[in-house]
């Protein structure tokens, strides 16, 4: 949708909390989430979610430290020096030359989240002293699903990732892809415990002929853009996002409804009388 529309995203900013002043800290992030201070060194960790279509395998979800000035790639290049041939947009000169290469991979479209790192005092056991705790929300474009858990990932002595991702909190997935929630966020309670968050299951089930309390307000307009007979690049349009986002959103309104395609999600509505709403 052009390179001003794109201004000021898939950055990190450092903000003045005193005056509001602020400055870019890091750029080509495509979607960084959970951020957190590495306790043993003193830096800036992130978990981010990488691009999608290109396939169920790529590109790699990850964690990262995030040195000031960093750069990862995003749109161009990921994971340091592939080429993403799709991106029409002029590169900059030499970018792979200082693009940096992410420390941890946590695996393609597991959309990892959370991010907390033991600090001391947590009661998670002597296994889980040091490093870091992160939620994988998992996503829809991905078969078999991955993600959908709490995994932690153990630190060395000098701040590094070191061995495979622990599981740590699952069974959010029945075995046939369909999903009892979604970890979210992480947060370390007074006592020590850890904290999970995630999107109730409850939410995402069939809606009843009761009324759409339930759905969200873009799921309200995208049931009256229905009924308009709008395209997807309509719809894109209107609301100033992508057309996979577009895409997105109404999977998850037909997970919500209980049905498979924009025309069952219409009809649905129009039966229950929420084409007023």
């Known amino acids: 949708r052009g390179p001003e529309v794109e201004q000021g995203r898939a950055l990190i900013y450092e903000i003045d909390l005193t005056n509001g002043s602020h400055r870019q800290f890091a750029a080509g ?56 041939l799709r991106v029409d947009l002029p590169m900059p000169e030499y970018l792979t030359d200082y693009t940096r290469k992410p420390e941890y991979a946590l695996g393609p479209h597991t959309a990892p989240l959370g991010l907390a790192f033991v600090t001391g005092g947590q009661r998670m056991g002597p296994g889980f002293a040091n490093g870091a705790f992160i939620a994988r929300h998992g ?81 309200k307009q995208l049931i009256l853009m229905l009924d308009q007979g709008l395209s997807n690049r309509d719809i894109a349009d209107k609301l100033e996002i992508s057309e996979h986002t577009v895409k997105v959103h109404f999977w998850r309104l037909f997970r919500r409804l209980g049905v498979n395609s924009r025309t069952q999600a219409l009809h649905f509505a129009r039966t229950n009388g929420w084409l007023g709403i």
């Open 29 to 84: 992030l495509r979607n960084a989430n959970g951020m957190g201070w590495n306790p043993s060194t003193g830096e800036l960790w992130a978990v981010v979610n990488e691009r999608d279509q290109l396939g169920p395998d790529l590109v790699p979800d990850y964690l990262t430290s995030v040195p000031v000035g960093a750069h990862y790639g995003w749109p161009w290049v990921y994971w340091k020096d592939i080429i993403d």
């Open 139 to 219: 996503s829809w474009n991905r078969k078999p699903a991955a993600g959908y858990d709490v995994v932690f990932v153990a630190f060395d002595g000098k701040g590094n990732p070191l061995g495979k991702p622990v599981p740590v909190l699952s069974g959010f997935l029945d075995g046939k892809g369909n999903t009892h929630g979604r970890p979210t966020w992480l947060a370390w309670a007074k006592d020590g415990a850890l904290l999970v968050s995630d999107e109730d299951a409850a939410t995402e089930d069939a809606a009843t002929p009761s009324g759409p309390t339930k759905l969200s307000k873009r799921q």
